[in-house]
């Protein structure tokens, strides 16, 4: 099937939220676009990869966002257009450079895009990204559904050129992740020369608190000319004008709004305020909206961003109606239409049931039975999480705190492991260990995966070395970035595009800092746990040691396995000769072993087991063995990225 990203103008096609955005940027004629995974972002990089070549646009995953905010402000301030794109607790790591850039500005059009994740679906907080804009002075914009991401993108990029600004496009997981009809309403262009030129202008371009200091006169000009001169389509629309209760919505939050509008007819009883320039709002409009106003309601997912500032136009203006919000309109979580609509419903001062009242749709009667996540059938992490802790324990490593970090892995936390006592951020495992071993007086192991010690390991590494913070730092590298779909980083030696680049390795980095590192294959158990005990004794003599535990995501072998048509091994207990002690399912908690109600030995899913092997390697009576022929040679999709 044709990719959808490349259909000609006209063409409806059915796009993602991400995907939405991706077309419009290739339609925008960006050249460069860089971006760390991160859920709900992922896909825009991902959808752009793919037709990357094709549209003569250089896109890689970069190790970190601030990293890929640099890569594509470097682009934009040599004249050409460029987007970035992050998840929300992203733009904290590229804050830094945020913030300088929105002083120096941009030669061309330059999007930076942050998924938030309301209701942290899979995140460690739900911050309102749309503080940033106010914390930088750049505008965000706010799209509602993912058509309006697709039109608003294009928009974005003509708003950056016109003020030389980086712009923030904010999405939500909901308009991120839903798919929507689009009929595309521009080309993408191929075959083009993307070069740039960089102009010199050390007063722009250099910092320096002098510089700096006119810059900033420069942005609050900027800001203000946005605030008096972008209130208008396509940043704000005013819908059915005139009426004295007024809503105002922003995001995600204005298609709720619509829609409990129609379920209680009253699209005729309120003024709605459509804001899809939340940062900075325009004033001029909402004024004069307000001017005529008896009440008002303001409706926005998570934090009051667009209700402070309509309190603070009325105010200033010195209207006395009353503002709602926050009030009526959760501040944590996802909004929903039963949310949205009983809020609505009571502004309005509508009586009677809500539609779902007035068919009887009750709580689902049947809950679905909870499903805690659990680490895949032959997940490197399991063998490793064992290896670790029963080294531990024959080194007389005592009592150790594992501080964690954000990945797959972080699912070691539960029993049988526990080898995460803390996950705040990425870096966080070896950065909070340098402090924690200050602090107290156990052993103190930084668990970190090879994406995450990429992105932000590498400076806690070299702090411990340098502050003689006496850690053990484990990085579990299964040659991918597993949690967001398997992207590659720098220690695959695999570019975006799928192209061999140099491939950078944890354990040569660490060595070069100070550490003595043991790499291991965790498959081969016996061996590794004797790797691990002689780490943990020299670092109990006082050494520097860190543990590379190399063996690939089991989703990824699986994968490759079916495609070269490799048969991988397959591993059964042999029922005479279990004696059901149940050590295999007690220490590998593998999802594959299952006891059948009332039985009482386990037995291994077939079709769940991909042959780690682990827990062939833990039975003391040797009860579980490969019953299969796997190809000679199978290993090698364990160990080579
Ligand atoms: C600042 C930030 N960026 C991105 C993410 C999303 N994210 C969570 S874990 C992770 C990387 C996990 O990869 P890795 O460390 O290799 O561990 P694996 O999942 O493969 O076990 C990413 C990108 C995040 N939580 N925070």
């Known amino acids: 099937m044709a990719n959808p990203l490349l259909a000609g103008r006209g063409s409806g096609v059915l796009l993602l939220g991400n995907e939405a955005i991706a077309r419009a940027a290739l339609e925008s004629g960006i050249c460069v676009a860089a971006a760390y995974p991160g859920t709900p972002s992922t896909e825009i990089l991902e959808a752009i990869v793919e037709v990357a070549e094709q549209c003569s646009v250089y896109v890689e995953w970069s190790v970190n966002e601030k990293t890929a905010f640099e890569v594509a402000y470097g682009a934009a301030i040599a004249g050409l257009r460029s987007l970035v794109a992050m998840k929300h607790v992203g733009l904290n790591v590229a804050s830094d450079i945020l913030m300088s850039s929105a002083y120096a500005g941009v030669e061309a059009g330059f999007l930076v895009v942050t998924a938030d994740d309301p209701s942290m679906h899979s995140s460690q907080n739900e911050q309102d990204n749309r503080w940033y804009g106010l914390l930088s002075h750049l505008p965000v914009i706010e799209p509602s559904n993912p058509r309006d991401a697709y039109e608003l993108t294009k928009e974005s990029y003509a708003l950056s050129e016109r003020y030389k600004i980086p712009v923030i496009l904010r999405t939500t997981t909901r308009i991120s992740h839903t798919r929507m009809p689009i009929v595309l309403s521009g080309e993408v262009a191929s075959g083009r020369n993307c070069r740039g030129v960089f102009r010199q202008d050390l007063s722009r371009w250099v910092l320096v608190p002098g510089n700096a200091r006119r810059r900033k006169l420069e942005l609050v000009k900027t800001w203000t000319s946005i605030m008096e001169k972008e209130g208008k389509e396509p940043f704000i629309r005013i819908i059915n004008p005139g009426s004295?209760?007024?809503?105002?919505?922003?995001?995600?939050?204005?298609?709720?709004?619509?829609?409990?509008?129609?379920?209680?007819?009253?699209?005729?009883?309120?003024?709605?305020?459509?804001?899809?320039?939340?940062?900075?709002?325009?004033?001029?409009?909402?004024?004069?909206?307000?001017?005529s106003a008896s009440e008002v309601l303001v409706v926005e997912e998570l934090d009051p961003v667009v209700e402070m500032q309509v309190k603070?136009?009325?105010?200033?203006?010195?209207?006395?109606?009353?503002?709602?919000?926050?009030?009526?309109?959760?501040?944590?979580?996802?909004?929903?239409?039963?949310?949205?609509?009983?809020?609505?419903?009571?502004?309005?001062?509508?009586?009677?049931?809500?539609?779902?009242?007035?068919?009887?749709?009750?709580?689902?009667?049947?809950?679905?039975?909870?499903?805690?996540?659990?680490?895949?059938?032959?997940?490197?992490h399991r063998l490793t999480f064992y290896i670790v802790k029963t080294a531990a324990?024959?080194?007389?490593?005592?009592?150790?705190?594992?501080?964690?970090?954000?990945?797959?892995?972080?699912?070691?936390?539960?029993?049988?492991?526990?080898?995460?006592?803390?996950?705040?951020?990425?870096?966080?495992?070896?950065?909070?260990?340098?402090?924690?071993?200050?602090?107290?007086?156990?052993?103190?192991?930084?668990?970190?995966?090879?994406?995450?010690f990429f992105h932000a390991g590498l400076p806690p590494s070299i702090n411990a070395v340098y502050n003689n913070a006496h850690i053990i730092i484990l990085v579990l590298d299964n040659l991918t970035t597993a949690m967001t779909g398997h992207q590659p980083h720098p220690g695959t030696g695999i570019s975006a595009t799928g192209k061999k680049t140099t491939r950078i390795l944890p354990e040569k980095i660490l060595e070069s800092i100070g550490y003595r590192v043991y790499v291991i294959n965790p498959m081969k158990t016996k061996e590794s746990i004797e790797a691990v005990t002689e780490a943990f004794r020299e670092y109990k003599n006082g050494g520097m040691v860190a543990i590379v535990s190399r063996m690939k995501c089991a989703l990824e072998v699986a994968r490759e396995a079916r495609r070269s048509h490799v048969t991988l091994p397959l591993y059964a207990v042999i029922e005479d000769k279990c004696t059901g002690c149940m050590a295999c399912v007690n220490l590998t908690a593998c999802p594959a072993l299952i006891v059948e109600p009332g039985a009482k030995k386990p037995r291994i899913m077939s079709d769940l087991c991909i042959g780690c092997g682990l827990c062939a390697s833990i039975c003391p009576y040797r009860a579980i063995i490969v019953v299969n022929n796997p190809t000679p040679g199978y290993e090698k999709l364990w160990w080579e990225p």
């Not at 919505?249 to 709720?256: K, L, P, R, V």
């Not at 071993?437 to 052993?443: S, T």
């Open 393 to 452: 324990n024959k080194a007389g490593l005592k009592n150790p705190v594992y501080t964690g970090d954000i990945g797959c892995y972080t699912l070691g936390y539960q029993k049988p492991f526990e080898t995460q006592s803390t996950c705040f951020e990425m870096g966080g495992s070896i950065g909070v260990a340098n402090g924690l071993v200050k602090a107290i007086d156990n052993p103190v192991i930084a668990v970190i995966g090879d994406s995450t």
């Open 312 to 380: 603070d136009i009325a105010q200033t203006e010195g209207y006395s109606i009353r503002i709602r919000g926050k009030d009526l309109i959760p501040l944590n979580y996802e909004l929903s239409i039963e949310s949205v609509y009983s809020a609505v419903k009571e502004f309005l001062g509508i009586e009677g049931k809500t539609p779902w009242e007035s068919i009887g749709v009750v709580e689902t009667p049947t809950p679905i039975p909870p499903r805690p996540p659990v680490l895949c059938a032959g997940c490197p």
């Open 244 to 291: 004295s209760k007024v809503i105002i919505a922003s995001g995600i939050a204005f298609s709720y709004v619509r829609e409990a509008l129609n379920l209680l007819n009253a699209v005729d009883k309120a003024t709605v305020i459509k804001v899809n320039m939340p940062v900075p709002l325009p004033r001029a409009p909402v004024k004069k909206v307000l001017e």
